[in-house]
């Protein structure tokens, strides 16, 4: 079977923007690196349901904002419409099929952006919500809204901000309309960047970009709410010098977390409990690269591909379900500037 990986990257050095490789898991390989889409800085993508629409940040002269790209020819996209403005460049974005709405976190400003989309290829601004505060670290000088996705039940939508220590959520109104209704403050300086949700949608997994743990949290769906259950390190406990925690991801049975830490470069493996949610660690393994900003499983869940920021290259792995253990395939497959890995 052929599957298809989009890769968001920084355009600072040979990268011209967008690429798609694929990943052939019969022979366990990566291959074909193709750019798909010329565009500056599109370092972190989303899709649509139906996978016609790719929705990538963009940082370019024309101004900061997010781009809507739509299926072209051989597998290539065309850029449809941009929504730009003069806020701060985002550094994460998804797609709400139910709203058709597209969500952006903007790091520089701590602000939220909510953005209409239609089929006939427009997008426009809906809601734009501004954090406020800091923390005691020396990167949590003001808000840096760093995630926002929605919860399982599509209730909400919850934030992660990096420079405040807080975890937002908010109603959305068909509209894109965001409303707070409720905050959990992780312990000072921990620095949310991302999180993901059990199997079973009851538990939040938070990770601390700044403190490179993990904060295990209780997710209430009927009023939108957190409690702290667990907080584990994401590196090991001898770890003291350059250290960042970087994404996070669950296996699909729910059985498994990942996350990927930059200046350890490695990934961090965790069993999940299957009683309380809380975990326990598996092991640490290399990437076999410079700084791991970001990586993704595969559908079937078999592999896993982990993109490099600063050695250009991607590293795949075969996971096993049961152990939850990762075994390297390939560690020098070329992909310039790295730090969005999606898989189609």
Not at 283 to 289: A, D, I, L
Request: glycine letters at 10%.
């Amino acid at each position: 079977m052929k599957e298809t990986i989009y890769l968001g990257t920084y355009t600072k050095g040979d990268s011209k923007g967008i690429y798609k490789i694929t990943l052939d898991t019969e022979n366990k390989t990566l291959e074909d690196l193709t750019l798909v889409a010329e565009a500056g800085h599109p370092t972190y993508l989303t899709l649509s349901d139906d996978r016609s629409y790719l929705y990538g940040i963009l940082r370019e002269d024309g101004g900061n904002g997010v781009g809507m790209f739509k299926t072209a020819d051989e597998g290539t996209f065309e850029r449809v419409a941009t929504a730009t403005d003069d806020t701060a460049s985002p550094c994460y974005v998804s797609y709400d099929a139910e709203r058709s709405l597209v969500y952006a976190a903007h790091y520089g400003n701590g602000t939220l952006s909510v953005y209409s989309t239609s089929k006939d290829g427009s997008i426009s601004l809906a809601d734009r919500v501004q954090h406020e505060g800091s923390g005691v670290h020396e990167n949590q000088d003001g808000p840096h809204a760093h995630f926002i996705d929605l919860t399982p039940d599509k209730k909400y939508a919850v934030a992660c901000d990096l420079g405040t220590d807080e975890v937002y959520t908010y109603s959305i109104s068909d509209q894109g309309t965001l409303t707070e209704v409720g905050r959990y403050h992780t312990k000072p300086g921990t620095g949310p960047r991302h999180l993901v949700f059990s199997k079973d949608g009851t538990k939040a997994y938070v990770l601390g970009e700044l403190s490179s743990e993990v904060v295990v949290l209780n997710y209430d769906s009927s009023n939108g709410s957190f409690d702290h259950i667990q907080t584990i390190s994401s590196i090991p406990e001898d770890r003291e010098e350059f250290k960042w925690g970087a994404a996070i991801r669950m296996s699909n049975d729910g059985k498994f977390l990942y996350v990927s830490n930059r200046g350890h470069d490695s990934i961090a493996v965790f069993k999940v409990s299957p009683t309380d949610g809380t975990l326990e660690v598996v092991e640490y393994v290399s990437t076999e690269g410079k700084t791991p900003r970001d990586f993704d499983l595969d559908p079937t869940n078999q592999f896993v591909v982990v993109g490099h920021q600063d050695s250009d290259n991607l590293t795949l792995f075969e996971r096993d379900s049961d152990s939850g253990k990762l075994t390297l395939l390939e560690k020098d497959v070329y992909a310039p500037e790295v730090v969005g890995v999606t898989f189609a």
